[in-house]
Every structure is written in structure tokens, then in C-alpha cells.
Nanobody, 130 residues
Framework: VQLQASGGGLVQAGGSLRLSCATS????????LGWFRQAPGKEREFVAT???????????GYADSVEGRSTISRDNAKNTVYLQMNKLKPEDTALYYC?????????????????????WGQGTQVTVSS
């Protein structure tokens, strides 16, 4: 299984970025995907998840810090998950990671926990200037 994150960069506060995470080796349509980030000197934190429920039903969840400004989506035909981030703030500056799991948990909040994921990408840097 491989995950390749891209799309990071330097952007001014208030700007937008779309992160992509291309995957291979997964049964993608049944995988749950998450985005996490880690700023220097801080612990890795949850950003967003899009989890598989059943059939073609997926549910999204967001950290409070990004809800309303970010949208997670997936393209099963391309085996890719995206994170659209708008109204970026300097505090969004971090290394962003995508992660995947084929496990199924009984509640959506389990997918907010980095330890629930089995595979990780290498990260893409997002820097927001003030």
C-alpha cells in the first residue's frame, strides 16, 4: 500500500489550497481515509476523515479547527482523496499527512484517532503567511 500526498505550498492568509493523496494497493472504495497535520513542536492532530460506511455511502468528519473552511472528498475512480482548504490561517501551517485504513469501527469518532490508521503518506508542507 502506498499513499502519496501532494498539493502543499506557500500561501497567504485567506488563501486556498487543495491537497491530494493518490493511493495504490488499497481496495479504495472500501477504505477510510484521513488527513492529519503536525506543526513543529506539536503533536500530530486530526484534520478530516472520509470513512466508508457501506455500499457507496461515505461520511465526512472534521476537526473543529477546520470545519466550515475545509472539504474532504474522494474520487474512487482515481483512488485519490482530496482536502480543499479555504480561508487559510497561519495556524494551519503544518506538514499534512494522509492515512488509510480498511478497518471498520463502530463510531465515526474512531476515525479521528491517528492510531486507527494503518498506512501513511509522506506528508506535504503547507505554509500560510500572515
Amino acid at each position: 500500500v502506498q499513499l502519496q500526498a501532494s498539493g502543499g505550498g506557500l500561501v497567504q492568509a485567506g488563501g486556498s489550497l487543495r491537497l491530494s493523496c493518490a493511493t495504490s494497493g488499497l481496495t479504495f472504495s472500501r477504505a477510510s481515509l484521513g488527513w492529519f497535520r503536525q506543526a513543529p513542536g506539536k503533536e500530530r492532530e486530526f484534520v478530516a476523515t472520509i470513512r466508508w460506511n457501506s455500499g457507496s455511502t461515505y461520511y465526512a468528519g472534521y476537526a473543529d479547527s477546520v470545519e466550515g473552511r475545509s472539504t474532504i472528498s474522494r474520487d474512487n475512480a482515481k483512488n485519490t482523496v482530496y482536502l480543499q482548504m479555504n480561508k487559510l490561517k497561519p495556524e494551519d501551517t503544518a506538514l499534512y499527512y494522509c492515512a488509510s485504513t480498511a478497518r471498520r469501527y463502530s463510531g465515526g469518532s474512531y476515525y479521528y484517532d491517528a492510531d486507527r490508521y494503518d498506512y501513511w503518506g509522506q506528508g506535504t508542507q503547507v505554509t500560510v503567511s500572515s
